[in-house]
């Protein structure tokens, strides 16, 4: 499954877009301006995904790579 697709599944899912979730990081902290601060573990990041929007880990991640700028929207 190519990383886009994780997206448009969250999306799916959730009703929530890339540039929501990295709204919504920022209102919760972990991010500045969609961009993860370094002192935000993975963990915290998924677990806020996983409580909050019922994500599995491995969408959890995805959303976090997002975040974390390992990778961006329309990767593969």
Same mark, same amino acid.
């Given at each position: 499954?190519?990383?886009? *697709?994780?997206?448009? %599944?969250?999306?799916?899912?959730? /009703?929530?877009?890339?540039?929501?979730?990295?709204?919504?990081?920022?209102?919760? /902290?972990?991010?500045?301006?969609?961009?993860?601060?370094?002192?935000?573990? *993975?963990?915290?990041?998924? %677990?806020?995904?996983?409580?909050?929007?019922?994500? /599995?880990?491995?969408?959890?991640?995805?959303?976090? *790579?997002?975040?974390? /700028?390992?990778?961006?929207?329309?990767?593969?």
């Amino acid at each position: 499954m190519s990383f886009q *697709a994780y997206l448009d %599944n969250i999306q799916k899912k959730t /009703g929530k877009t890339a540039d929501d979730f990295k709204k919504l990081a920022d209102a919760k /902290g972990f991010s500045d301006k969609g961009v993860l601060k370094p002192a935000v573990k *993975a963990t915290q990041v998924t %677990n806020w995904l996983k409580e909050e929007f019922e994500l /599995g880990h491995g969408h959890a991640m995805a959303v976090y *790579a997002l975040l974390k /700028g390992i990778k961006e929207e329309g990767s593969k």
